[in-house]
């Protein structure tokens, strides 16, 4: 769990900065896109929308793309793009468990440039079900560290909402949930004045792999590759790497 949420911290750091945001921006789009279709145009009736936007906000997303994604998602500027989630399961080196969640309005793309992206990258393709029962699905908050914020003062402002347990990432909070609390939680750490980094519903793992930095860096290799890709939302993995590690690999 570590290591996928200090490298997951790294990466949003990172997409601030470089030529990856353009990708960043499309992706967050696409998920107010969906979220307002499935549930409505409507933040205040529709949580999952409300967590997108907040999300899109908090990583400088303009308000006129965001408002654009929810009329294109809702309908209101005609007829919106049906995307399908799907997620591919992989092992990657050193026998890393990986899940890919995509969003895809085409099927056959994805799968095909999903499956190049692992292999290409030292990974093989499993079957669906034989790597997901290692992962849970949970509501990972990350709360930006400030210089008088306390591990207490957090966990005292989500308690009552449902979280779980509060972690130390070092630069940030993380809040881990049940998936279906994450919204009531963010909604407690933002009227507790606590700062958001990200707000997402994750699968993270129940067994990790400690990971050595050469077999870390093949991983975090593979990870790149496929976060690169236009369908991919997110990657998570079990591969449990050590800060000193991750400060050599990310640097």
């Known amino acids: 769990m570590s290591g996928h949420s200090k490298w997951a911290t790294t990466k949003h750091q990172k997409a601030v900065k ?3 945001r353009g ?3 499309a992706k967050l789009i696409k998920t107010i896109e969906v979220a307002a279709k499935t549930g409505g145009g409507d933040p205040a009736g529709n949580p999952t929308l409300a967590d997108a936007i907040a999300k899109a906000k908090s990583q400088s ?3 006129e793309n965001i408002d654009r994604a929810v009329k294109r998602g809702s309908g209101e500027l005609g007829d919106s793009v049906n995307y399908e989630s799907i997620t591919y399961e992989a092992y990657g080196p050193n026998g ?3 899940m890919v969640e995509c969003l895809t309005d085409n099927r056959n793309r994805a799968a095909s ?3 190049v992206a692992i292999t290409r990258n030292g990974g093989t393709v499993a079957d669906p079900g034989s790597v997901a029962y290692l992962f849970n699905r949970k509501g990972v908050l990350l709360v930006t560290k400030t210089k008088d914020l306390t591990e207490d003062d957090v966990l005292v402002a989500v308690l009552d909402a ?9 630069e940030a909070f993380e809040v881990i949930s049940e998936a279906t609390d994450l919204h009531a939680v963010r909604v407690a750490a933002t009227d507790a004045g606590l700062v958001i980094d990200s707000a ?3 699968w993270l793992p129940s067994v990790s792999v400690p990971l ?5 860096r093949k991983v975090l290799k593979l990870v790149d590759a496929l976060e690169d890709l236009d369908d991919v939302q997110s990657v998570w993995f079990n591969a449990d790497i050590s800060d000193e590690i991750m400060e050599l690999v990310a640097g």
């Open 18 to 20: 470089d030529a990856r």
């Open 23 to 25: 990708k960043l921006f």
């Open 113 to 115: 440039d999903v499956r």
């Open 212 to 216: 050595e930095a050469e077999p870390a």
């Open 61 to 63: 997303v303009p308000n």
């Open 96 to 98: 890393v468990a990986v």
């Open 200 to 202: 997402d519903i994750s």
């Open 162 to 170: 449902g979280a779980d347990e509060v972690n130390d990432l070092g």
